[in-house]
């Protein structure tokens, strides 16, 4: 059985299955139509397995975002592959991309890496940080109403207390979620309105909290004092807090994102990746690049517009979307 026949199956096992690889296959149309198309085009092309096929697979694969240190790794494992299989026919690399694929995005972790890190019987405390206009407060609302579905309670603060309107949003996403929001005025300090937050999910005996935080890039050592201050505040008064710093990446930005990945993970410590707008972008691939590249993993992605678009992530279900078209011309 082929690693295409695996991944068939494991989404037609059950139900539940069978809605996340179709919300993945939806989602994911537009990654999909440049990359699957371009790896039929070039499987089509090509009879055998050689030199220039590889050397255009490696297009193909930069084109998508894939990351060109994750392109060179993921090339010299194909060639490994298709030299110990004794590979001559173009069609079955298909089978060896998706499983190689699917090999790179763990590495040696397990698929516990995609699992948020929530704490039994004591609160949990969720920083989500990302520079503004990616969709950060909104990937927050949805978070919130996702984590209130699985019976957490829950507790937002409105820690961006610069931008004009944040603190507002924020409010409107938790009347949607039907979660408490803890806020100051405009202006005032982001670790005070933290600390405020935390005082207030404790006395409330809340199971999560999840703080939002500012996003300026115009001076980025500010940001980055800012977000290492609200760290300290958190990790003060919860020892081993925050148990999450979700860094949210608007996926339409390919390789902007990664760059923005690198910055923010030098000052917070970035334990996971929220990449928003997966569905309006070509350039899925970024998904490996970060984490092939700065070793975070991706803990949900951003598959539409409604408040249940936001989906936990799953590497299986990622590379089945990217051939979903191939998959089912097979059947």
């Known amino acids: 059985m082929g690693f295409m026949d695996k991944l068939k199956n494991r989404f037609k096992q059950n139900e539940e299955n069978e809605e996340v690889s179709e919300k ?16 039929n085009d070039l499987i089509a ?10 050397e255009e697979l490696e297009e193909v694969l930069i084109t998508a975002d894939v990351g060109v240190m ?10 490994m592959e298709v030299k110990r299989q004794n590979i001559k026919d173009t069609q079955e690399v298909k089978e060896v991309i998706s499983e190689k694929l699917v ?25 989500v940080v990302g520079v503004n206009g990616v969709g950060k407060t909104t990937s927050i609302g949805k978070l919130a109403h996702q984590l209130k579905q699985d019976g957490k309670d829950v507790v937002l603060a409105a820690g961006d207390t610069f931008r004009a309107g944040a603190i507002e949003q924020l409010e409107v996403w938790g009347e949607r979620a039907g979660v408490d929001v803890i806020k100051q005025g405009a202006g005032s300090d982001p670790a005070a309105v933290i600390f405020d937050g935390i005082k207030a ?32 505040v958190i990790e003060r008064e919860i020892p081993g807090a925050p148990h999450e710093v979700l860094l949210v990446l608007d996926a339409t930005t390919g390789q902007n994102a990664l760059n923005q990945a690198k910055t923010f993970s030098d000052a917070t410590n970035v334990t996971g990746i929220v990449l928003t707008k997966l569905d309006g972008s070509a350039k899925g691939g970024i998904v ?5 590249e700065l070793n975070i993993p991706v803990k949900y992605a951003g598959l539409g517009e409604k408040i249940t678009d936001l989906q936990r992530f799953d590497a299986h279900a990622f590379v089945y979307g990217l051939f979903a078209d191939i998959l089912e011309e097979e059947e």
């Open 70 to 79: 994750t392109v060179m790794d993921l090339i010299d494992e194909l060639k």
């Open 103 to 127: 090999e790179i995005y763990y590495g040696d972790d397990d698929e516990e890496i995609e699992q948020l890190n929530i704490q039994k019987d004591q609160l949990s405390v969720i920083l």
């Open 288 to 292: 490996l690049a970060i984490r092939n």
């Open 24 to 39: 993945y296959k939806e989602g994911m149309k537009k990654t999909r139509s440049s990359f699957s198309g371009k790896i």
């Open 45 to 54: 092309r090509y009879r055998k397995v050689d030199e220039d096929f590889f």
């Open 201 to 232: 999910a404790k006395s409330r005996k809340a199971d999560v909290l999840i703080c939002d935080t500012a996003g300026r890039l115009q001076n980025k050592v500010n940001l980055m004092n800012e977000l290492a201050k609200v760290k300290r």
